[in-house]
């Protein structure tokens, strides 16, 4: 497997040296980043050139501003940012874009609801279950916060928590754990955005509820985490999607579990369906199938 998804990634890398979301699609930070991350997890000499060229398409399309846009066509800065921090990080000549990234994403939070709605809120005359004061990160600056984009944040904060002492890093953090677990569903896990919606609990999705628990990792003893991680084990005896499995992998492996059983899950999904030759998840499988937790850990 390993071997395999390092070879498509190869093959998959477009002449600009980014990755599109497929083989021969238009280059984007997410994908680039997700494989940049996978490959440069392995330390094989002979996969340099590729990282190289990954790296000098994501650092020459940083915005001014400190982050990176979602794809090219666009200039404004994105949730997009955290990923090209990730993948920056471990390497040291590239560690102050890096930096200059998470001073741009400490300043971005979530758009509240605003007075009138948040006086409706506190009222109880709306049908949703959340609180209006956490802010964490969204999707693009100025929007709503969605448990996703602020996980991402999480992590890429967390990874360059030693080099930003004297910033308001710890208190965006802290903000951002809180939004999370405010956002959890009942019985553990996360949906998308709320936990409950007209009156109704909404469900817990797999996939993020194992980034959460990523972002979360370093509260691995909190109630909220183990009762999240036994949602995640549920979850999973139901669906097998490659891009779920990797997820879950990954997260399981952070917090300690025996991931071999859903390694070999995770090797017949690919055979079965190749994972639709989307870049992301073969990246995240190839990082799922050897020690590639390890560049999510904080």
């Not at 477009?14 to 991350?37: C, H, Q, V, Y």
């Not at 990923?83 to 471990?90: E, K, N």
């Not at 991680?229 to 999973?236: C, I």
């Amino acid at each position: 497997m390993i071997g395999t998804a390092i070879d498509f990634l190869l093959k998959a890398q477009n002449p600009d040296g980014g990755w599109g979301m497929g083989k021969g699609r238009r280059s984007i930070t997410e994908a680039t980043s997700f494989a940049l991350l996978s490959l440069s997890a392995f330390g094989d000499k002979s996969l340099a050139n590729s990282i190289d060229r990954g790296l000098n398409w994501l650092t020459d399309r940083q915005n001014s501003d400190g982050g990176w846009p979602l794809d090219t066509h666009l200039k404004v800065s994105s949730w997009t940012t955290s990923l090209a921090i990730l993948s920056l990080t471990p390497f040291e000549d590239h560690r102050q874009k890096a930096l200059q990234a998470a001073i741009w994403l400490i300043q971005q939070q979530g758009r509240g609801l605003g007075w009138l709605t948040s006086l409706i809120y506190r009222l109880k005359k709306l049908d949703v279950q959340l609180n209006p004061d956490l802010k964490g990160w969204s999707w693009t600056p100025g929007t709503f916060s969605w448990v996703e984009p602020t996980a991402y944040a999480l992590i890429a904060l967390k990874k360059l928590r030693p080099y930003l002492r004297g910033t308001q890093a710890e208190e965006r953090i802290r903000q951002g754990e809180l939004m999370v677990y405010d956002r959890m569903c009942e019985g553990g896990g996360w949906n998308y955005g709320n936990s409950k919606v007209l009156g109704e609990n909404l469900w817990a999705y797999p996939d993020t509820t194992a980034l959460a628990l990523i972002a979360l990792q370093d509260h691995y003893k909190a109630e909220p985490n183990q009762l999240s991680l036994q949602a995640l084990q549920k979850m999973l005896t139901q669906i097998d999607s490659g891009y779920t499995l990797s997820w879950s992998i990954l997260c399981f492996s952070l917090y300690g579990h025996d991931v071999s059983e859903w390694i070999k899950l995770l090797a017949r999904n690919y055979a079965k369906t190749g994972f639709l030759g989307e870049t992301k998840t073969m990246a995240l499988a190839l990082l799922a199938s050897g020690d590639g937790h390890r560049v999510f850990r904080v």
